[in-house]
């Protein structure tokens, strides 16, 4: 199996030229989001308080809310995703995926577990297998598989290129870390542009891993 290669400036660069672009809406989306995260928030405090032990109810709305953070982060994939592949995203999106709910939580589980058991056996090998298989999501909304297939997959996408990932996912990290330091606003800028910028290496090596 060949080594499969991206390049971290060219995917930068892209995910930059894409929040250029778009930044208005990508700031309008990170709005909704964060408005949807608050009022999920505020509900929570005010059903559950400090109280020590939650009531059923309180259990049942962090479940739901757990829910909807899935299907939110289901259709940023699918956003992000689309800009990769040079076509605009919508709002709308941000829910166009909860037909796949079932099997990326499925596939989140068993991710999880996975580099769960890898941290448990002295770190390094979940870090590894953090990497391997980081793109599940995106298999499962991309091409819809279930949840062992894109997990399978996704080690498939990812050969060779595992510290290449590592030192990219560091990158990322910095630049969202100097968008919170410029007051949070630049978060405006750094979140969509790691964003696209993941969806692009995804996509290359996606489209690497493709038979002849």
């Known amino acids: 199996m060949a080594e499969h290669k991206f390049s971290m400036k060219e995917a930068v660069k892209f995910g930059w030229g894409k929040m250029k672009e ?57 956003i992000a995703i689309k800009f990769a592949d040079n076509v605009k995203g919508e709002i709308k999106d941000l829910f166009s995926q909860i037909h796949l709910f079932f099997k990326f939580l499925l596939s989140s589980i068993c991710y999880g577990l996975i580099v769960a058991l890898g941290l448990i056996l002295l770190i390094v090998p979940g870090i590894i297998w953090a990497i391997k298989y980081q793109f599940f999501g995106y298999l499962i909304i991309d091409k819809g598989m279930g949840p062992i297939q894109a997990i399978k997959e996704s080690g498939k996408i990812t050969y060779g290129a595992k510290t290449d990932l590592l030192l990219f996912d560091l990158v990322l990290l910095g630049i969202n870390i100097l968008g919170a330091i410029a007051l949070l606003i630049g978060l405006f800028a750094t979140i969509p542009t790691s964003m696209v910028a993941n969806a692009y290496v995804y996509r290359k090596l996606q489209t690497q891993a493709q038979p002849a």
């Open 22 to 78: 778009n930044l208005g809406f990508f700031i309008g989306l990170l709005l909704i989001v964060a408005a949807i995260y608050f009022v999920m928030g505020f509900i929570q405090e005010a059903v559950g308080g400090n109280r020590p032990s939650p009531p059923i109810g309180t259990i049942i709305i962090g479940l739901l809310f757990r829910v909807v953070e899935i299907i939110i982060n289901m259709g940023l994939i699918a």
